[in-house]
């Protein structure tokens, strides 16, 4: 069953980079949105940044400038290219996709649809001080 694959996430000091990467292959639905989320342990997941099917991106006040989103040519390969990492960056990477050709690439968790088809399993990133 299609789903996708999160990859990338490690342990770096604050002020570092990573790049996290996430694959929708064999999926049964054409994509049209794409996002990251961000979960730590005890709280609510929260979005990091989203594009839609025309390349329009949003990201979390907290990220921006920091964090940037793309995608390839196919639009099945997602990355959040993250610099100038902080601790308060520590928690669990979420990659979604939305099939939807009216997805909004809303960073609202909720407005995501739900399932492990649209919803991967996370990569950890932790920022040390």
């Known amino acids: 069953q299609a789903q996708p694959v999160e990859s990338g996430g490690g342990s770096v000091q604050a002020g570092g980079s990573l790049r996290l990467s996430c694959v929708v292959s064999?999926?049964?639905?054409?994509?049209?949105?794409m996002g990251w989320f961000r979960q730590v342990t005890g709280n609510g997941r929260e979005g990091v940044a989203s594009i839609d099917g025309d390349g329009v991106t949003r990201y979390q006040d907290s990220v921006q400038g920091r964090f940037s989103i793309s995608q390839d040519n196919t639009k099945n390969i997602l990355y959040l290219h993250m610099t100038n990492l902080k601790p308060e960056d520590t928690a669990m990477y979420y990659c979604?996709?939305?099939?939807?050709?009216?997805?909004?690439?809303?960073?609202?968790?909720?407005?995501?649809?739900?399932?492990?088809?649209?919803w991967g399993k996370g990569t950890l990133v932790r920022i040390s001080s």
């Open positions: 064999g999926s049964s639905y054409s994509i049209q949105c």
């Open positions: 979604a996709a939305d099939p939807r050709y009216a997805c909004a690439a809303s960073l609202a968790p909720g407005n995501w649809p739900s399932g492990e088809r649209f």
